[in-house]
C-alpha cells in the first residue's frame, strides 16, 4: 500500500483567511514533503520533515507555515495568501534512506486564494 | 545548465509504437532517478524507479540508466491513447533533494 492522503482536494480561501492542508501516511515513511505545482510547471520543493524534524526549507515564505504532529501527519498552515499562491499543493512520503529511497505523492490540494 | 533536462514536446507517436522519453541530470553523485506520469489535474504517480546502470523492466515499461554520461530514459512500448500523460523525470541529488525536469508531454495517436 502506497498511499498518501490528503485533504481537502479543494480549498478556497480569502486572503485575510487562515487554513490547514493536511496530509496523512500509514507507510512507516519517516520523511514528508510539501510541493507546490503551478499549471503546466514541475513540482517545486517546499519543506521536508525527517524524523519529525524539520531538514529543509526551500526559502518559503512565512504566509507558510508547515508543521508535523508525528511522524505520519504532516500539516501546511496556510495565512495571509495571494493570489500568485493558487496551485496544486502535494505531499509526498518517503523512507528516508540515504540513496535509494522512493517517494511517493498524494493527490493534491487544489488551493484558490481570491 | 539546468540540474535535470527533459525535451517538453510534445512527443507523438502512433498507437502500438514505442515512445522514447530522455532525460540528463547534472550532479554525478546522484544515486536514485525516477519516473513519474501525470496527467492533466491529478498529481504525479511514480511508475518507474531506477539506481543502476542498465535496463529495468516493468511490463511495457523499461527505464534505462547510464551514469557515465548523466542519462536516463523511459521507453514505453505498444503505446496506448491512455500513456497520453505529462512524463516527469525526477532525480535525487546529493543532498536529498528529488529534483523535476520540466516534463515531455507525450500524446499517442489511435
Known amino acids: 500500500d502506497t498511499e498518501v492522503t490528503q485533504t481537502p482536494k479543494h480549498l478556497v480561501m480569502g486572503m485575510t483567511n487562515k487554513k490547514s492542508l493536511k496530509c496523512e501516511q500509514h507507510m512507516g515513511h519517516r520523511a514528508m514533503y510539501w510541493y507546490k505545482q503551478k499549471a503546466k510547471k514541475p513540482p517545486e520543493l517546499m519543506f521536508v520533515?525527517?524524523?519529525?524534524?524539520?531538514?529543509i526549507n526551500e526559502s518559503v515564505p512565512s504566509r507558510f507555515s508547515p508543521e508535523c504532529p508525528n511522524s505520519s501527519l504532516l500539516n501546511l498552515h496556510l495565512h495571509a495568501l495571494q493570489p500568485e499562491d493558487s496551485a496544486l499543493y502535494l505531499c509526498a512520503s518517503s523512507l528516508d534512506r540515504p540513496q535509494r529511497d522512493t517517494i511517493y505523492f498524494g493527490e493534491g490540494s487544489w488551493l484558490t486564494v481570491v | 545548465q539546468k540540474e535535470v533536462e527533459q525535451n517538453s514536446g510534445p512527443l507523438s507517436v502512433p498507437e502500438g509504437a514505442i515512445a522514447s522519453l530522455n532525460c540528463t541530470y547534472s550532479d554525478r553523485g546522484s544515486q536514485s532517478f525516477f519516473w513519474y506520469r501525470q496527467y492533466s489535474g491529478k498529481s504525479p504517480e511514480l511508475i518507474m524507479f531506477?539506481?543502476?546502470?542498465g535496463d529495468k523492466e516493468d511490463g511495457r515499461f523499461t527505464a534505462q540508466l547510464n551514469k557515465a554520461s548523466q542519462y536516463v530514459s523511459l521507453l514505453i512500448r505498444d503505446s496506448q491513447p491512455s500513456d497520453s500523460a505529462t512524463y516527469l523525470c525526477a532525480v535525487k541529488a546529493t543532498g536529498g533533494k528529488l529534483i523535476f525536469g520540466q516534463g515531455t508531454t507525450l500524446q499517442v495517436k489511435p
Open positions: 531506477i539506481y543502476s546502470n
Open positions: 520533515y525527517s524524523y519529525e524534524k524539520l531538514s
